[in-house]
């Protein structure tokens, strides 16, 4: 816990952790009111100590209504949103909490090999999505941005994992710290910042991006990145943090596993490592549902597991050299982002239409390879000759050289490289500096809509049991052990965190979520009927 960056450094005491467990005395009376807030319990807790008074209260109630007295304290804060509303374990006091966990490379349908039998359970109990789509390109730091700020990459400003920005004459490189926690570098407002902002303690577990925004707001609580760190300590570390007392206790928890994206890109995505892999972040996924079963939680902390991306096989790809392809222009290559892309910048004195004219002509000759997206500027610069529409087939099957499609939301931002070559599947791109070495035998990075890049969400606790009631309020389900939600993009991510923490929606960031997206799967008032 050394390493752990505190500005309230209160940890709860022996007794206090104790009293969060199983041991507790769930028939103690759980409406406890604390500093005159009304409190929210399970009902399987109150329900029958309450009923010998019921028929008193209501008549006292409708006395007090009558002349205009309240029963029951009101919050002392914001009663719209109920987001200072305290909630009852049985034996302490909590506030709306969300804890999310990330599972680098958790691919949609690893859930389907029969490995995840607690991640299955969990969801079943709770829900899951049939897959969350990532954003292009779907990379790790791209796509841990675009879930902590609601923003596609071209708006959140980490549009690789490695990037030339030609404004700060500098390069981007997610391994290094000068720039992975240089906050300059990061645009939008991640949700830890929101929250904090709205005075909600955050905690951050190594979340892939910086300690600090630009303007200067950090998480709490902060552990920093370390590989290789036990499973076994970070769910010490998530519990700890839960376990703190309520005045210094976190609200939205924030985690971060590496391990089966490196199983993934080591020995691939079909690979025994990546199975029992998979086994293991399962048993993680069961042990802290679990923990927080034992604390009497799971009616107040929602728990969302998902990924940030899948994992292709790429054990034998087909390599395509391409400065071969482009020929002498290659020389004018002064940048080069995007592994696995290949996002091109070139020297004023290049002659780019002459790489273009070959990239269109290789096109033509050998469709299906890869994708070229050029800038519109080439499309409209009477110099650039070459006819770049005649090289889009009309087939979105072939090879196509063609703007930035929309789809992407990847094109408002002077980080993309002005030329943006996009392998398909099955082929690597290269050229003979870097040869053929370095490949991973499974990787990322390729169309946001292909399948084996789509990641997970998992979610448990009462956010998935809104969902479910509001799903069978609508009548699309008559079976509310078992929810699926259809597939959705991660971008709307931000939104949930912020209304299930109770955030007002003035208090949060522009992003690039549906408006209304999660209307369908939380009733009105759900979170706020015991205020
Ligand atoms: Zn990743």
Redo the contacts with the bound molecule.
Sequence with gaps: MSNIHRDADTLASPDERRGLLSNVDLTADADTDVEGQPTCTSPALSSKKRKPFAGFLFLLSLILAITGFELWPRPRHDTRSGRHALYSNGTHEFKKTVLMVSI??LRADYLDRGLTPHLLDISREGVRAKYMKPVFPTL?FP?HWALMTGLYAESHGIIANNFWDPVFKDSFHYAHVESAQNPSWWLGEPVWETAERAGIITANLMWPGPWSTSSGVNSTYFIPWQDKYPLEEKLSNLLEWIDLPLETRPQLILGYEPSL?QAGHATGPMSEAVNMTLAAVDLFARNLTQALGERNLTHIVDVIFVS??GMADTSHPTWLYVDEIIGQPWEGVISNDGWPSMGLRFASDTNVTEALERLCQYTLAHPGQFDVFAAESFFTDPTTSVDLIACNHGEMDAGTMQPMPERYHFSANYRIAPLWIVPRMGYALTNHEYGEGGMSTGNHGYDNDEPSMRAIFVAHGPFSQDTKAAVAARGESQNLGEYVMPGFQNVEIYNLVVRLLGIDAADAAITNGTAGFWDTYILPDARTSCV
Aim: proline share 0%; net charge negative.
């Design positions: 680098d490379g790790t796509n994206d940030d991306h």
